[in-house]
Nanobody, 116 residues
Framework: EVQLVESGGGLVQAGGSLRLSCAAS????????IGWFRQAPGKEREGVSC????????YYADSVKGRFTISRNNAKSTVYLQMNSLKPEDTAVYYC?????????WGQGTQVTVSS
């Protein structure tokens, strides 16, 4: 059974930092690109960042470029999202999934709230 468990969210002031973790199990982690997604209240879920399975190449949405850094540790089947210089508009539930996203893989997500 595929499982993706997000953690590390919380309440932080604008300008602060958080590090999210995504622990994966139930599939060959090394073979898959992994993405971070977020959904803010009243908005559709959007892609934030992803990292390839092979050469570690990365992608960032324009809204987070230069502030967020994605990384992966294949030995631990874990992907991280380091979020710096957080803004109130980053407030959302953050999810990880294989990339492109697989509908059945969505987990509970982790809430990130940035106060102004």
């Amino acid at each position: 059974e595929v499982q993706l468990v997000e953690s590390g969210g919380g309440l932080v002031q604008a300008g602060g930092s958080l590090r999210l973790s995504c622990a994966a199990s139930g599939f060959t982690f090394d073979d898959y690109a992994i993405g971070w997604f977020r959904q803010a209240p009243g908005k559709e879920r959007e892609g934030v960042s992803c990292i390839s399975s092979s050469d570690g190449s990365t992608y960032y949405a324009d809204s987070v470029k230069g502030r967020f850094t994605i990384s992966r540790n294949n030995a631990k089947s874990t992907v991280y999202l380091q979020m710096n210089s957080l803004k109130p508009e980053d407030t959302a539930v953050y999810y990880c999934n294989t990339f492109p996203a697989t509908q059945g893989n969505w987990g509970q997500g982790t809430q990130v709230t940035v106060s102004s």
